[in-house]
């Protein structure tokens, strides 16, 4: 009898156990699946902003493309911005995509600031410059990588720098500053997000990972980079 109820006990302690951990690992999945779906929607209102005629004729140059849907802003005397995004790299010989690779951003900044900002952040990653140092451990913007503010309406001149800078913004700070900004791949959440451990080099140049749910953003990224 004693021994059917330590049994019993033990299959209780286990079940809850698996169904914990499971929770987590559902709730991780729902929240990398819900950065690929703000990205592509941040990414189709870029595309729909008249004064992104530039950014939108230009993105099939691009080597990649680095899409955080919301950066965060705030801050008084010390501030900081944070936020996750996805780079997808584009294919130089077939003009294929990649899946995306999931990426961190984030910066401290010091000095009188009362406020708060919530930025929408597209990078055009124009150089092969620019694509290697990303898939490095980290990068930051302006000294491992230059960058430069993304033309505005249709652009003129010559755009040299290794990355391009586009945002839309809400709130009380106004024009952004990314330049020292640090971003970094997040492997834990690609390992997640593929079922495997993967890194961003697995993802964007190995290309050995899919996840039919990032299907729509690669879609409509490929789709507009053709000029359809």
Do not use: C
């Not at 990398?32 to 209102?45: E, K, L, P, Y």
């Not at 140059?61 to 911005?81: C, D, E, R, T």
């Not at 391009?164 to 970094?184: C, H, M, Q, Y």
């Amino acid at each position: 009898m004693m021994f059917k109820i330590r049994s019993s006990v033990v299959a209780m302690l286990l079940i809850g156990v698996l169904a914990f951990s499971a929770a987590p690992a559902s709730a991780d999945q729902e929240e990398r699946q819900g950065t690929v779906h703000q990205a592509t929607a941040a990414f189709n209102d870029f595309v729909r902003d008249p004064d992104k005629t530039w950014f939108r004729k230009h993105i099939g140059n691009a080597q990649g493309i680095l899409i955080v849907p919301k950066l965060v802003k705030a801050g008084f005397i010390i501030g900081g911005s944070g936020g996750s995004g996805v780079l997808l790299g584009r294919d130089a010989k077939t003009g294929e995509w990649s899946y995306p690779a999931f990426y961190t951003m984030g910066s401290v900044t010091f000095g009188l600031q009362i406020g708060g900002q919530v930025s929408n952040i597209m990078m055009l990653i124009m150089t092969q410059k620019g694509m290697d140092s990303l898939l490095t451990t980290d990068v930051k913007l302006g000294t491992d990588a230059s960058i430069a503010v993304g033309p505005v309406g249709t652009g003129v001149g010559v755009q040299t720098a290794d990355i391009l800078v586009f945002s839309r913004d809400k709130g009380l700070f106004g024009g952004l500053t990314v330049e020292g900004s640090v971003i970094k791949p997040r492997d834990s959440w690609n390992s997640e997000y593929y079922g495997k451990p993967t890194t961003a080099t697995d993802i964007i140049v190995r290309r050995n990972v899919s996840n039919a749910g990032a299907d729509a953003l690669r879609a409509t990224i490929t789709k507009t980079a053709k000029g359809m």
